[in-house]
């Protein structure tokens, strides 16, 4: 399937150094990368944060939103830095979502989907919650906004 | 115009909302040019708000926490009138449904709705939906805290939440503020009461796993008391649970009612502690400040005082009888002496529940300017609310809403029937709802009978989904398929009321469409026999048993 | 009247992606709103070669489906089922107009 990342609207090789394991003989033997079913329970990796360089997460329809959460946690909870990637039913319209969650590379069938994620971060200039990307909420801006204001009044 | 008392948008809202429609309108332009199959569109429109039904498209606008402005409305009205049929159909769940709306007009109709700080974002689909709350939220004299503060963290918190857009199922949250729940809290996927505990502070009691539908089941209790600043701690915790472990296999079997029924509430609550420890403390902790700020925007208006004993009210309650009923069932205790909440019934002897013209509704919006502050509520009954109504004005705003057809005083009698859309417009439906509704309502119009009759909640589904909420209708009624006959379940004794919610018994055989009326008649005759002084209908059944019930409905097939 | 209800007389029905209403196969593979224009099937499986033409002309329609329809002596036909009928015909009550403030 193509494999995009942010930075090229055609899709790239695939690293065959970076073969994702499925968790099940991963665990055997650990390497750089690895596969896991969306139903997986991430403690085993717990460990290889360090190590692992791919982690890639399913989507067996796009209305399965179980990776979300695994990204989430792989992201947030466990530290994970290497590369993320959505494999499975991945749709452009899902972008927005994926990028926040922390996927950075994406297997995908659909036509335009290199142009789709050039464009992805600009579909939404506000958002609302804190997630796996790094995006200030509405909420703390506006409180910083609020606190800027009061320190000029003070200053004045 | 007076000023809202409510959430007022930023841009930060209305750039979201506005990059939203765009986003939306070339998801549209994609699949007219069949660049998207219908597969691939169709949860991209259900998060949208537009289903496809029987006849037409439907938008479904979402009416967080069931509060308008009067300028609001009229924008909803124009809206119905200019790329619909001129009416909507206003829902249990606090939303609005236009039901002949074109897919090619869709975006525009939803850019109309960000002009007034509107949307249809999440009202369908597998994701968090519009959070409803009390629709006397603000007003009522019985509140603690008005609940739509937390309602509309809960709308920012999750609109377009990249978690959890894909979840096993639809997922409904409503907030109550008041001991005597009016939200329904017990029937939502979670479901949270704020109280006051013994050390005074105010907190949520958080419920989940409750639901209608086709397995009805009640609410459990997780949390005795959240601290309100870990609100969005605990529901991400509630949720990331639910989206990692609830059932994917089987539609029916997806909701998190299920989940908590088949782990059991003991496993749930351990799991959502488990991931509320890790959430506590991170940046999903409510800062003070941005509370304060919500807060302040939902600051009751300022009521000039107002004399709660008028002579001209006392007067015209002995010379009109219809009046002085509607004083009694379409008016609740204000917050403010000298105010009342007065409450539009949607339920005209004879209408579909629910509906509104445009021009009704703009009436609607002329009075809450007079009358009401220029607000107006959406209950989960199906009715509209005049929130801030002073004694003095009553007599005023009676004779406004009878010229709408909107002063029948029927407000919690039995012609206050709640009905979802049914087969003449579902595509989901087993049989029809609004016929069965009308005759009923036709059949019981006589305003001295019904509230001779007293309170007395029937509720119609048209199918096992149960939009109407049959299950909690004191007389519920269910709509069944029968090779191709509409047949009609009975159910009585179920509620809503804090502490009492239950569920309905079936009370036998199904009875044909032409039966339904008599059938009701029969449960009401034996109510009115056997009734002790001051007893509702569901007290009567609930201390006499189906047997006498069910003895009157079926002796006469 | 006799009317053929063996259940083995079906056209092919879809909503139109545009607008969503509801539309009907017709003998050159058009869809038409007229339920009288629509094409029949007489037999099983010559309703499952009318389905195939309907999806295969589904571009501008959303997820074609046989209805079961009854035929009269004169040729008229009309759906089997309640959901069908109310498809065709519309709603079974009267809803309010726009500029009305009362209903009738």
Known sequence: MPLYKEGSIAPIAADDQLAPLPLADWLKAPTQAVMLANTDVLDPLKNHMGRLKLIALQFPKYTDGRAYSQARLLRSRLGYRGELRATGDVLRDQLPFLLRCGFDSFESNQAGFGPALARARTLFSVVYQSSSDDRAPAALLRLKLRNATAEALAAD | ??????????????????????????????????????????????????????????????????????????????????????????????????????????????????????????????????????????????????????????????????????????????????????????????????????????????????????????????????????????????????????????????????????IGVEKMREEVEAEFVQNKDTSLRLDPQTIEAISSQFAPPALSHRSAVVGAVEALKLENRDFALWLKSNTAPHRMAGYRIVTASLKPAGAPPGDASSAQMEGVADIADAYSQGEVRVSHEQNLVLPHVAVEDLPAVYAALERLGFAEANVGKITDIIACPGLDYCALANARSIPVAQSISNHFASLAKQHDIGDLKIKISGCINACGHHHVGHIGILGVDKNGVELYQISLGGDVDFGKTSLGDIIGPAVGADRVVEAVDALVATYLERRDEGERFVDTYRRLGVEPFKERVYATV | MAKNLSGDLTVVSANRLSDGVVVFLDDSGHWTRKLELAALARDKRAGEVLLERGKAEAFSVIDPFLVAVSEDDDGTIEPLSLREKIRVAGLTFQVIASEAVRYA
Not at chain 2, 1 to 10: I, K, V
Not at chain 2, 48 to 58: D, I, S, T, V
Not at chain 2, 113 to 141: K, Y
Not at chain 2, 198 to 227: A, H, M, N, W
């Open chain 2, 1 to 262: 115009m007076p000023d809202t008392h409510f959430y007022r948008y930023d841009d930060y809202d209305r750039t979201l909302l506005s990059e939203r429609v765009e986003q939306f309108r070339d998801q549209v332009r994609r699949r007219l040019a069949g660049e998207l199959t219908e597969e691939q569109f169709k949860p991209l429109r259900l998060t949208n708000g537009l289903y496809l039904q029987l006849h037409a498209y439907m938008l479904r606008i979402a009416i967080p926490y069931g509060t308008l402005s009067s300028r609001q409305l009229r924008k909803l009205a124009e809206i119905a009138r200019k790329y619909d049929r001129g009416y909507g159909h206003f829902t249990t769940r606090q939303n609005l449904q236009l039901n002949w709306i074109k897919l090619e007009d869709a975006p525009d109709a939803i850019a109309a709705l960000a002009e007034v700080d509107m949307h249809a974002i999440q009202t369908s689909g597998n994701v968090i939906r519009n959070t409803t709350a009390d629709h006397f939220a603000g007003a009522a004299a019985d509140e603690i805290e008005d609940p739509r503060v937390w309602c509309e963290i809960i709308r920012q918190w999750s609109t377009l939440h990249p978690e959890f857009s894909f979840l096993p199922r639809k997922f409904k949250i409503a907030i109550t503020g008041s001991p005597n729940d009016r939200a329904a809290v017990r029937v939502h996927d979670v479901g949270l009461r704020l109280w006051r505990n013994p050390e005074g502070q105010v907190g949520f009691e958080v419920i989940v796993g409750g639901g209608l539908g086709r397995t009805p089941i009640i609410g459990k209790t997780i949390r005795e008391f959240l601290p309100k600043d870990e609100l969005l701690a605990y529901l991400e915790a509630v949720l990331r649970v639910y989206n990692r472990y609830g059932r994917r296999d089987n539609i029916y079997k997806a909701r998190i009612k299920i989940l908590v029924h088949e």
